[in-house]
């Protein structure tokens, strides 16, 4: 059986981080749309594949799935050009939909995003996203130990988050935490350039889960890229976990039985090696369910439920006041 696999935008995120590792997969064939055709040439000419002129030309290959890999700001405008052609699979670079970058989501991009995947499964397309940082050695060990001894209930979590990061660390709180339930958020007056994008400030955000969990997101750009990008820490009745930057260094605390733990990359590899191995096992993870038709590992969902976390930081921000996230973004709303 071959897989047709359909790559909208073949910018460096594709080219460096899904191509070298879907064509590993002998049983794939790909074809690509680009604004730019002589881009999309020249990396057909180096992976393989055909390139389409239009969105009509690439859908009437019926592609098994389409990879959304677009800069940010343009995903939404893409994926609606998409729909009318009613796609079996969307697969989808994180976050979601921002417009304005993924350092400034706003409001908006909650109800763009929430609208997206209405249309989506009313065209009858199953969405994705990639959230490669679940698929770090670290985050998948650390989701065995959380289940395998019994740490119980969720209790509360920390972190400090570079921008570059904010979206996967969100997605991993509620990866570990559960869905939230309402947000309060501070910001500080001065706001600058961040990652291309104007207006940036820095966030301190308060969470309640719906579990009734607790925590609280440092967002910034002022870490330092050559030091750890990110650091988390989960914490529930009987234990917790540390994790810091790129699959980096872990703690886990055993409180049951008092042990503590250590755990690191070899001295032989390094973070960005981590990174982009994490590409890879997303999409190997995501291109088995297209095989055996199965649910995505990372459904559509959670690309919206990291906007709706974004959106009620923003209004917190804006009203001083808690935000109740259900009640003012709803996550099945029209």
Known sequence: MTIQIAIIGVGNVAEKNYLPFIVRHEDVQLSYYNRSRDKAEAVAARFGGRVAASVAELMDGEPDALLVLTRETDRLEATRALLPFKPRRLFFEKPLVAQHGQA?????????GRQLLHSARSAGAETAMVFNYRFFNQTQLARQIVDSQEFG???????????????????????????????????????????GAEGV?????????????????????????????????FAYEYGRISMRDL????????????????????????????????????????????RSG????????????????????KRAIASGAPVALEEEFSLNGS
């Open 104 to 112: 400034n989501v706003v409001e908006e991009d909650f109800f763009a």
């Open 247 to 290: 699959d980096g260094e872990m703690e886990v605390i055993n409180y049951r039985t008092g042990r503590h733990e250590r755990h690191s990359l070899p001295w032989d590899i390094s973070r960005w090696d981590q990174y982009r191995a994490s590409f890879g096992k997303a999409i190997d993870a995501y291109l088995d369910s297209v």
């Open 294 to 313: 199965t649910p995505p590992p990372v459904p559509g969902m959670a690309g919206l439920q990291e906007l709706q976390f974004e959106a009620g930081i």
């Open 153 to 195: 209930r969720p209790t509360h979590f920390t972190g400090m988050v570079h921008y570059a990061c904010w979206s996967h660390c969100i997605d991993l709180a509620l990866h570990f935490m559960g869905p939230a339930h309402s947000v309060t958020a501070l910001a500080t007056e001065k706001a600058g350039p961040c990652m």
């Open 201 to 233: 400030r820095n966030v301190t955000v308060a969470a309640r889960m719906a579990n009734d969990a607790t925590g609280a997101l440092i967002g910034t750009c002022g870490i330092d890229f050559k030091l750890p990008l990110y650091e988390l820490t």
